[in-house]
DNA sequence: TTCGTCATGTAATGGGTTACATGATTAC
DNA sequence: GTAATCATGTAACCCATTACATGACGAA
């Protein structure tokens, strides 16, 4: 049971995990922070996070009357539900966290996990980027070969539509390809300790992400 | 009754304009030609092309056996069947064509409108671009206020995935630009007749898409 | 006092996938 | 003869949305 989305749930045990809150405000940092990639409803959060709290990952805190209101009655004074991780839902987003399995890099996925890259342990993060990249480039593959078999039974525009989305590809490769050498550079630099180590570490925190990005293209002119 | 989908529906009656195919091969073109965007399974297209023909949009035709082998017969030798867009469909589908709603222009529907730009008419391909446009702009709005209200409290990475996915969209709208200025051009230059028609014209043809694109980036090279 | 936003939920529905079941045709 | 791919379908499930229902709180 409660074989509940994944995705949600994951960016919910993480967004919990730096601070308590109630879903009204979950949902709107899933949706700024996080956001961009996925909006969710209130109908998906909700039910959500009532599975989390019946997997003992997290526990409903109502604000304003301490003790003795069920917070859940109907009818009664309607108070806010703040929930708060527990050590178990910890533990088990962590345990999420270590995983980098081909469901990390697809579409849907990749960004989340990216998005928690700060909790994340820097071996992970080199297989996810990887292993995204390698997704990519065996899209491009296909799309170049689809291409030029297809060729001269195209008009203009699905042509110019497939140039784009091969674009697209291209370049988010490239995106990765800074990231991870990056990435690279950051643990030559600072960390032969956490080297050759497998087991997930709980414990030890990953040092902070390094400055990735040399020429920032940040710059909000334009 | 049969509120299917609209994309799924949309993308198989344009296929099926261009010349009759079966399920199988059908299914193909979607996920390479248009693709890219999305993959549908089989469970989403038989029941889909049901639902066409059962709406008199689609005819099947069973190849090989030409009269009394009804082909969807149990147990019988099973028949490659053959979809057939109907004057009916043909007729629904510039209907669909002529609309340029705000679903047109939405991520899902977007791309699918394009692919079929080739047969739409050169105003509606203007206002599905320019709605486009001004949807990814008022996206980067929000991005960029959200961006700047919640600045200091997001770590690198989060950071770094906010700084790509706006510079994706930057990418789009430059690209959108370019596509609305080179359909500006041709409509100058070669077709002051068909400037202020409301009305769907559906005999009329487009006449056939314009040279979009003078310094074509599709150079194979890298 | 009314409007906008905060806040929590549920039932109906939608749109799609997965896994399964079946069989024909082609290439080796 | 057997493996791959072509080819058609169905049922069970999954994830999420929409529309709805309820109500608190602050500002105009």
């Known amino acids: 049971m409660s074989r509940r989305s994944g995705i949600l749930e994951f960016a ?22 996080l956001g961009v990639f996925r909006a969710f409803s209130y109908g998906t959060l909700y039910p959500c996070l009532k599975a989390l709290v019946a997997n003992g990952w997290l526990v409903e805190e109502t604000s304003g009357a301490p003790e ?3 917070a859940t009655t ?10 708060r991780l527990t050590p178990a839902g910890k533990e088990h987003f962590e345990e999420l966290l270590s995983h980098s399995g081909p469901d990390a890099w697809e579409d849907e996925h990749f960004g989340v996990r990216f998005a928690f890259f700060g909790q994340t342990s820097r071996d ?3 297989r996810v980027l990887e292993g ?15 291409l030029t078999r297809t060729r001269e039974r195209l008009d203009d525009y699905t042509l110019e539509l497939q140039r784009h989305g091969m674009e697209s590809v291209e370049r988010e490769v490239r995106w990765l ?6 990435e690279r550079a950051g643990r030559d630099q600072r960390a032969p300790e956490a080297a050759a180590q497998d087991e ?6 990953t040092g902070g992400p390094p ?3 040399g020429g920032s293209r940040l710059d909000p002119s334009e």
Not at 138 to 145: D, P, W
Not at 177 to 182: A, G, K, M, Y
């Open 12 to 33: 919910v045990l993480g967004l919990l995990r730096e601070s308590p809150m109630h879903g009204y405000e979950l949902r709107k940092r899933l949706n700024t922070s």
């Open 68 to 70: 003795d209101v069920p």
């Open 74 to 83: 109907l009818t009664g004074r309607r108070a806010k539900i703040v929930y």
């Open 124 to 126: 992970v993060r080199m």
């Open 132 to 146: 995204r990249r390698s997704r990519l480039e065996e899209r491009l593959e296909k799309m170049r070969t689809s």
């Open 177 to 182: 390809n800074e990231l991870i050498e990056s």
């Open 200 to 205: 997930h570490n709980q414990s030890g925190d």
């Open 211 to 213: 400055r990735h990005r």
